[in-house]
C-alpha cells in the first residue's frame, strides 16, 4: 500500500474515532441502553440523544449530498435480512450489554465482559461473512431496488431535500421544548445565559447532558462522511464493518484489508480510554460470575451475525443510514428495537410480573 494512501485512511480514521470514543464515553451514549431504559425506567434522555444526532445528520448529510461533497449511499433493502437481522441484532446487544458502540468504548474503559463481546462480534460476523453462516445470511439478502436499480429510500430522488426539511423540523421541535426552557430557567434565576466558565472541567471530566452528547455526535458524523470518502470509502460511521476488517486482516494479511473504518474503531478504544483516564473512570472490571462472560459472548455473535445480514449494525444502520432515509436502514432500526425490548422483557422484567 502506498504511504500517501495509508496515511490518508489512518490519521483521519484514528482522529475521528478518537473524538467518537471521546463523546461516547463522556457521554455514555449507547443505544442498547437508551431503548432498553425506555421499557425497564421510563428514562427518555438517551434516545432523545439519539434522535437529535439523527436531526443534525439530516442536514449535514443533505447539505454535502447537495453540494456534491459526497454521493447518496442509502443501505440496502432486503426484507429478510432487515428484519430477521435487525431483530437479531437487538436480542444480541442486550445480552452483550452493549451495542456496537457501546461495547467498543466500553473496552477502553476497561470492561473485560465488553472485550469478550466485542471478541463475539468479531467472530459473529466473521462466520456469516465468510465461514460456516455466509450461506444462511446470504440467502436472506435479496435485495429489492427501485426501477433504476438503486437502493430504496422514503423520498426517492427528493431525499437530500426531504433529509433537509425533516431535520429542520427535528431541530425546531429540540429548541422549542428544550433549548427555550432552559434559557428562560436561566434567565429567571439571573445566571450566565451562555456559561463557558471552567469549560476544562465541563470537556474532560464532567458527563456530556444528552443533548450535547447527541449533538456533538451528529457533527462528527458529517465530518467522518467527508473523511471516509476522502479515503475511498463513500459512508459515514459504522462499527462492526471495521471490526471485521481487522480479523479479516488478521487471518489473510492481506493490505487491501485495510481501509479508515478500520482505524477510526480503533480510535473509539484509544479515545474512550483516554477520557476514562482523564475522569479517573478507568478501572479493569471483571464479572463476578463467569456464566456473565459467556452469555456477552453469545451477545457478541449475535449481533455480529445480525449486522452482516442486516448490511450493518446500529451505527451503520440506526445512526449513519435512516438519516438517509435509507428503507432498509428504517426497517433495521425499528427491529433493532423491538428485539431489544423483547430480551430486556424477557431478561428484567418478566419475573417482577
Known amino acids: 500500500m502506498e504511504l500517501e494512501l495509508f496515511l490518508l485512511m489512518l490519521i483521519p480514521g484514528l482522529i475521528v474515532g478518537f473524538i467518537f470514543g471521546f463523546i461516547l464515553q463522556r457521554g455514555r451514549f449507547c443505544m442498547n441502553s437508551a431503548f432498553r431504559d425506555i421499557i425497564l425506567l421510563k428514562e427518555y434522555k438517551l434516545v432523545k440523544g439519539v434522535a437529535l444526532a439523527i ?48 461495547t467498543t468504548y466500553r473496552v477502553g474503559e476497561g470492561m473485560v465482559g465488553s472485550f469478550v463481546a466485542l471478541i463475539g462480534l468479531g467472530l459473529g460476523a466473521y462466520m456469516t461473512k465468510s465461514g460456516i453462516l455466509s450461506s444462511t445470511s446470504t440467502a436472506l439478502k435479496t435485495t429489492i431496488t427501485d426501477g433504476d436499480g438503486n437502493n430504496l429510500t422514503v423520498a426517492g430522488v427528493a431525499t437530500p431535500i426531504v433529509m433537509l426539511i425533516i431535520g429542520i423540523v427535528i431541530l425546531g421541535v429540540f429548541v422549542y421544548f428544550h433549548l427555550l426552557p432552559a434559557l428562560k430557567s436561566r434567565k429567571e434565576a439571573k445566571e450566565s445565559i451562555l456559561d463557558f466558565s471552567d469549560m476544562k472541567t465541563k470537556i474532560f471530566k464532567k458527563s456530556y447532558p444528552w443533548w450535547v452528547a447527541g449533538t456533538a455526535i451528529g457533527i462528527l458524523n458529517c465530518v467522518a462522511w467527508l473523511s471516509s470518502a476522502a479515503a475511498g470509502r463513500n459512508y459515514p460511521l459504522g462499527i462492526t464493518s471495521g471490526w471485521l476488517g481487522w480479523l479479516n486482516f488478521s487471518v489473510t494479511a492481506d493490505e487491501a484489508a485495510l481501509n479508515w473504518l478500520l482505524f477510526m474503531v480503533a480510535g473509539v478504544i484509544l479515545g474512550a480510554f483516554i477520557a476514562a483516564l482523564i475522569s479517573k473512570e478507568f478501572k479493569l472490571r471483571i464479572p463476578k460470575q463467569g456464566k456473565t462472560l459467556l452469555i456477552q459472548f453469545a451477545g457478541g455473535l449475535i449481533m455480529g451475525f445480525g449486522a452482516v445480514t442486516a448490511a450493518g449494525c446500529n451505527i451503520g444502520n440506526l445512526l449513519s443510514g435512516v438519516p438517509m432515509l435509507s428503507v432498509g436502514s428504517i426497517v433495521t432500526s425499528a427491529f433493532i428495537i423491538l428485539g431489544c425490548w423483547l430480551m430486556a422483557y424477557l431478561l428484567f422484567m418478566r419475573e417482577k410480573e
Request: charge should be positive; aromatic fraction near 10%; proline fraction near 4%.
Open 55 to 102: 436531526g443534525v445528520q439530516m442536514i449535514g448529510f443533505s447539505i454535502l449530498i447537495l453540494a456534491g461533497a459526497v454521493t447518496q449511499n442509502p443501505k440496502p433493502f432486503t426484507v429478510f435480512g432487515n428484519i430477521i437481522g435487525g431483530f437479531v441484532f437487538g436480542i444480541g446487544m442486550v445480552l452483550a450489554a452493549g451495542c456496537a458502540s457501546g
